[in-house]
């Protein structure tokens, strides 16, 4: 088992700057990548950026491209999602996500493990 704990979630302007984390535990050697998704009231959950454990390649959405960065820290088990230039239609909860395996699409149902998932809301 995995679990994933994330935080850094928050209020904040809009064009303001926040910091995700995620930190996971248990069998982390079973993770081979991870994933951030989010979800909006009333909507679907969607996939938001993801990495590579072990080699660190990683994936965007197209509406996160050059404002979100996802980055992980293997010693620490943890993963970041750097969110800069924030727009009020970037607020969500925000969840972390590891696969076992690789995925061939980034569909949540590909995901084995999730966190919790922490509130971002970006004010007008």
């Known amino acids: 088992q995995v679990q994933l704990v994330e935080s850094g979630g928050g209020l904040v302007q809009a064009g303001g700057s926040l910091r995700l984390s995620c930190a996971a535990s248990g069998r982390t050697s079973s993770i081979y990548g991870m994933s951030w998704f989010r979800q909006a009231p009333g909507k679907e959950r969607e996939f938001v950026a993801g990495i590579s454990w072990s080699g660190g390649s990683t994936v965007y959405a197209d509406f996160v491209k050059g404002r979100f960065t996802i980055s992980r820290d293997n010693p620490k088990n943890t993963m970041y999602l750097q969110m800069n230039s924030l727009k009020p239609e970037d607020t969500a909860v925000y969840y972390c996500?590891?696969?076992?395996?690789?995925?061939?699409?980034?569909?949540?149902?590909?995901?084995?493990?999730w966190g919790q998932g922490t509130q971002v809301t970006v004010s007008s």
């Open positions: 996500a590891a696969a076992t395996q690789r995925v061939r699409s980034h569909r949540p149902a590909n995901y084995r493990y």
